[in-house]
């Protein structure tokens, strides 16, 4: 068979999901993420607080303050202030932050504000929506080809996968 989805194997899968090229810092962002996402879902499901009483953009101004300190290592977008145009970015696209607009993130940092000095751009979200995905698909090559290296962290509570779209079988080659 020719089909670019018969070289998958389970140890592709596994190596996915092993953090093992995962910068610490990055790691320890999505440890933040977990912990925020838990909050939030026990908050939600409080007895004394309805689900839309809940300020998620408040919650995510607290959060972005508990991982200020990641930008000594990378540009942290969404940022209050100017990113620094480092060789890392990581794009927070959790909570109010729409899988969407997480990407439109991604490509204005990398192709503008941090263009020809971004290398590799972790994007954190706790939701995947393929037709997003897919609107983007010209983007995120037209950066592949600049040298960008692109990793989509997709987050719960729980745990975390990383979703291989470097890989020839996402199409992004």
């Known amino acids: 068979m020719s089909d670019l989805r018969d070289h998958w194997m389970v140890g592709d899968l596994l190596d996915a999901m092993s953090d093992e090229h995962i910068p610490n810092y990055v790691t320890m962002i999505i440890q933040e993420v977990q912990v925020w996402l838990a909050a939030g ?5 409080a007895a004394d607080t309805a689900p839309d009483e809940r ?7 607290y959060l972005l303050s508990q991982i200020a300190w990641a930008g000594t290592y ?4 969404p940022s209050l202030k100017n990113p620094s145009k480092q060789e890392d970015a990581v794009v927070m696209s959790v909570g109010p932050v729409i899988l969407d607009e997480g990407l439109r993130m991604l490509v204005d940092h990398a192709a503008l504000f941090a263009s020809g000095v971004c290398r590799r751009v972790w994007v954190i979200s706790d939701t995947w929506v393929i037709g997003d ?5 010209p983007h995120l090559k037209a950066l592949r080809e600049r040298g960008v290296k692109i990793h989509f962290l997709l987050v719960t509570p729980w ?5 291989p779209w470097n890989q020839e079988i996402a199409g992004i080659n």
């Open 41 to 45: 879902i026990s908050q939600e499901y």
């Open 55 to 61: 300020d998620m953009t408040a919650d995510l101004d």
């Open 74 to 77: 990378a540009d942290i977008l």
């Open 133 to 137: 995905v897919i609107s983007y698909v």
């Open 159 to 163: 745990n975390f996968i990383e979703i």
